[in-house]
C-alpha cells in the first residue's frame, strides 16, 4: 500500500516563531487532507488540498503532486496551535475514499 | 464542530464483552468511514460505507462488524473485546464516496 511519512516527527517552537510540516507520499493520490489533532483528541480539519496551494489564516498548505509531497506552513504561531499534525492521502489506485494516515508531527508551542 | 456525532463519548469495558458505538454523519452525507486510533498503531482505516453498502475494507478484525442503516447512521460492533482493542474509535463522513472527510469527536474505548 501506499506509504505517508511526515516529519519531523517532533517540533518545539517559541511562540510567535514559523515552522514548516512535510508529508512525503509514495504513489498518485487523488484526495490529501492535513488535520490537527488537539489535546483533547479531537481531529479537526485544517485543509483539503489534493494540489495547489491554499490559506487559511495563519495556516497555508501546498501540494506538489507531481512529486508526490505537501507542505504546511505555521506562521506566528501560538500556544493553541500545540497538537499533532496529521497529513492523510487517498490513493488513485484505492478501492472507496479510504484515508491512509501519515505518523503526524506534534508540535508544542512554548509561550 | 465538524457535524459528525459519535456517542459514547468513552466507553470502559470488562474483557469479553460487547459494544456498539454509534456515529451519525452530517447531514447530506452518503458515505460514511471508521478508524481506528491506538498508540501503537497510529491511526488505521477499519471499513467505509456509503448509502448502505459497503465500499471498502481495511485491516477490520473479524470480531469487529459495521452496518450503515436506512438513515445513513452507522454503528461499529467489537466483540470478544481484548485489552488491545483499547482505542480511540473515529467515525467520519464525506457527501459522496470520495472528496473531503469530516470527523466525529471519537470515543474512547478502555478495556480492562
Known amino acids: 500500500g501506499i506509504q505517508v511519512e511526515q516529519s519531523p516527527p517532533d517540533l518545539i517552537l517559541q511562540e510567535g516563531a514559523n515552522s514548516t510540516l512535510r508529508c512525503n507520499f509514495s504513489?498518485?493520490?487523488?484526495?490529501l487532507q492535513w488535520f490537527h489533532q488537539n489535546p483533547w483528541g479531537q481531529l479537526i480539519n485544517l485543509f483539503y488540498?489534493?494540489?495547489g496551494t491554499k490559506q487559511n489564516g495563519r495556516l497555508s498548505a501546498t501540494t506538489v503532486a507531481t512529486e508526490r509531497y505537501s507542505l504546511l506552513y505555521i506562521s506566528s504561531s501560538q500556544t493553541t496551535d500545540s497538537g499533532v499534525y496529521f497529513c492523510?492521502?487517498?490513493?488513485?489506485?484505492?478501492?472507496?475514499?479510504?484515508?491512509?494516515f501519515g505518523g503526524g508531527t506534534r508540535v508544542l508551542v512554548k509561550p | 464542530d465538524s457535524g459528525v456525532t459519535q456517542t459514547p463519548k468513552h466507553l470502559i469495558t470488562a474483557t469479553g464483552q460487547r459494544v456498539t458505538l454509534r456515529c451519525s454523519p452530517r447531514?447530506?452525507?452518503?458515505?460514511v468511514y471508521w478508524y481506528q486510533q491506538s498508540l501503537d498503531q497510529g491511526l488505521q482505516f477499519l471499513i467505509q460505507?456509503?448509502?448502505?453498502?459497503?465500499?471498502a475494507k481495511g485491516n477490520i478484525l473479524e470480531r469487529f462488524s459495521a452496518q450503515q442503516f436506512p438513515d445513513l447512521h452507522s454503528e461499529l460492533n467489537l466483540s470478544s473485546l481484548e485489552l488491545g482493542d483499547s482505542a480511540l474509535y473515529f467515525c467520519?463522513?464525506?457527501?459522496?464516496?470520495?472528496?473531503?472527510?469530516?470527523f466525529g469527536q471519537g470515543t474512547r474505548l478502555t478495556v480492562v
Open positions: 488540498i489534493p494540489s
Open positions: 467520519a463522513s464525506s457527501p459522496t464516496g470520495r472528496g473531503e472527510a469530516f
Open positions: 504513489d498518485s493520490v487523488n484526495n
Open positions: 447531514s447530506g452525507d452518503l458515505s
Open positions: 460505507y456509503y448509502n448502505g453498502e459497503e465500499r
Open positions: 492523510a492521502v487517498v490513493m488513485i489506485k484505492a478501492a472507496g475514499n479510504k484515508l491512509t
